[in-house]
């Protein structure tokens, strides 16, 4: 899951277009004319932004494309970053990305329920193409509060009847999820993506059905169980295996506290554990895995942690680090 850790390449915006109300959509391509790297469904890349702010965009296009395409929903509430996009980005602007990076994988199967809501179809779209491409049975649910700002449904509607059913919030209501996952069988692999609310929703229902083993979510945001203080954890120790240094981590500091305090420099953006972004390798130890990006038993698989929120059960921890 991880990749090597880089300063990134500089891209050039090719193209800009406003799919939907408050959606900005680029294309972005290699300043030196080089291929991106390749990437898979529900990919995602960083970009660093003008003010040194970083944030995560799903691929939204094709695999086989060769540019970059993300789309960006202004958050009026947010922290700035999509705000920062929507005003100082346009065609022709240089900018710096990382990636990328999957947390989010397609796993093969004959059949897909696929559950979106507003800007959370932009994982999905390649997704749809690949279950498409591979002759799966696969359905869409789409949610948003409006038509107008739904994104990319002329490309969804061009797919076979029966396929995309589109629930404007405003004409509908909000997505009804025992309906919407009544059709889902043990063969299906369940993945959704949008607000927590609905990410929520689902993996609860999910659970009620025992299908939580089939269900894949990507969070934009924490989940409200994640957003806990540190204050009643124990203090433990971190080994930099790379730079040499040994560190404290308090009771009332991250991982990536500690590291910020000595000065040592790692990847982080939401800094609550789930955008994958402070992903690291651990060499040794037991960490106590407290972000949404994966399970801890897929972390423990991969060997990783995301050391902005995870923190050790053992008295030391070695980082590749
Ligand atoms: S910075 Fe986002 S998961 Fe750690």
């Not at 990006?293 to 423990?300: I, S």
């Not at 991969?302 to 050790?312: A, K, N, Q, W, Y």
Request: net charge negative; with cysteine.
């Amino acid at each position: 899951m991880v990749d090597q850790k880089s300063q990134g390449i500089d891209v050039r915006v090719l193209a800009t277009e406003h799919p939907a109300d408050g959606i900005l959509t680029l294309t972005l391509g290699a300043d030196d004319g080089l291929d991106l790297p390749n990437w898979t469904p529900g990919a995602h890349i960083e970009l660093v932004l003008p003010s040194g702010l970083v944030r995560q965009y799903s691929l939204c296009g094709s695999p086989r494309d060769s540019t970059y395409t993300v789309s960006v929903l202004r958050e009026p509430a947010g922290r700035g970053g999509s705000a920062e996009i929507h005003d100082t980005i346009a065609t022709a602007s240089k900018i710096r990305l990382r990636g990328p990076r999957n947390h989010f994988p397609f796993v093969p199967s004959s059949t897909y329920l696929f559950i979106a809501g507003g800007i959370g179809i932009t994982p999905l779209l390649s997704m749809i193409q690949a279950a498409e491409e591979s002759r799966a049975a696969w359905t869409l649910v789409y949610g948003g509060r409006s038509r107008s700002s739904m994104a990319f449904l002329d490309q969804l509607q061009s797919y076979p009847p029966g396929r995309v059913v589109l629930v404007p919030e405003d004409e509908q209501g909000r997505l009804e999820l025992p309906a919407v996952l009544a059709a889902a069988t043990t063969d299906t692999q369940i993945y959704c993506c949008g607000p927590g609310g609905l990410l929520d929703a689902v993996e609860a229902r999910c659970a009620e059905r025992n299908l939580s083993d089939r269900l894949h979510i990507e969070r934009f945001a924490a989940p409200t169980i994640l957003r806990r203080s540190l204050a009643c954890d124990e203090s433990f120790d971190v080994r930099l295996e790379q730079s040499g240094v040994t560190l404290n981590v308090s009771s009332d500091q991250s991982i990536l506290d500690a590291l910020e305090d000595a000065d040592i420099e790692a990847d982080y953006s939401c800094t609550e554990g789930f955008c994958g972004s402070c992903e690291v390798r651990v060499l040794a130890g037991r960490p106590d895995h407290r972000d949404s990006v994966a399970t801890p038993e897929q972390h423990d698989s991969e060997s990783t942690m995301m050391i902005c929120v995870g923190r050790s059960k053992s008295p030391m921890l070695v980082l590749d680090l």
